[in-house]
T-cell receptor
Framework: LAKTTQPISMDSYEGQEVNITCSHNNIATNDYITWYQQFPSQGPRFIIQGYKTKVTNEVASLFIPADRKSSTLSLPRVSLSDTAVYYCLVGDPQTRGSTLGRLYFGRGTQLTVWP | DGGITQSPKYLFRKEGQNVTLSCEQNLNHDAMYWYRQDPGQGLRLIYYSQIVNDFQKGDIAEGYSVSREKKESFPLTVTSAQKNPTAFYLC????????????FGPGTRLTVT
């Protein structure tokens, strides 16, 4: 089960770009890299997922180097409402019969955005 | 509106009592999961199910039980054998395909005194 290492906390100001890096040295060939966001007393929400290179959606970008041993979540121009815990997960959760569901959430990164 | 519902939002029980947490989804997802979250911690997997009438233990299954009699429902029972049941419980579901994301419910905060 691939585990991840990410900073416990980060601070930023409104309007800045935030980059959260996650290390996953023992990522397997079939593993995807997925990021979730969680607000207090709510369930996590999917942000973005990638396998290699760069993925971008309306919320964030995900940068994955060629060796896939790390990844960086980039949040452009953060606002106060982006204050949350961000989890980096590595796994192949959806192949029937595999380690389905065994995603390791860890403690995540608490991002605090200041005015 | 498709989604996952968990009820109730807050639940209080006396020590020694079993309690069942509800989780329902209308997303037509095959897979469902239960996680536990303690203050300042990440999520830990309790049980998961890929298909009706089948489920597997996660990382912290002791003191918990589940059933999956219907595709839409995956109730979790916290038994008196669970040593520290007070926590935030989250249910999720997903399509069973490579890279599929998990959709989470709003959670149930259980307090046992």
């Amino acid at each position: 089960l691939a585990k991840t290492t990410q900073p416990i906390s980060m601070d930023s100001y409104e309007g800045q770009e935030v980059n959260i890096t996650c290390s996953h040295n023992n990522i397997a060939t079939n593993d995807y890299i997925t990021w979730y966001q969680q607000f207090p007393s709510q369930g996590p929400r999917f942000i973005i997922q990638g396998y290699k290179t760069k993925v971008t959606n309306e919320v964030a970008s995900l940068f994955i180097p060629a060796d896939r041993k790390s990844s960086t979540l980039s949040l452009p121009r953060v606002s106060l409402s982006d204050t949350a815990v961000y989890y980096c997960l590595v796994g192949d959760p959806q192949t029937r019969g595999s380690t389905l569901g065994r995603l390791y959430f860890g403690r995540g990164t608490q991002l605090t955005v200041w005015p | 509106d498709g989604g996952i519902t968990q009820s109730p939002k807050y639940l209080f029980r006396k020590e020694g009592q079993n309690v069942t947490l509800s989780c329902e989804q209308n997303l037509n997802h095959d897979a469902m999961y239960w996680y536990r979250q303690d203050p300042g911690q990440g999520l830990r997997l309790i049980y998961y199910s890929q298909i009706v009438n089948d489920f597997q233990k996660g990382d912290i299954a002791e003191g918990y039980s589940v059933s999956r009699e219907k595709k839409e429902s995956f109730p979790l029972t916290v038994t008196s054998a669970q040593k520290n049941p007070t926590a935030f419980y989250l249910c999720a579901s997903s399509i069973v395909r490579q890279g599929g994301e998990q959709y989470f419910g709003p959670g149930t905060r259980l307090t046992v005194t």
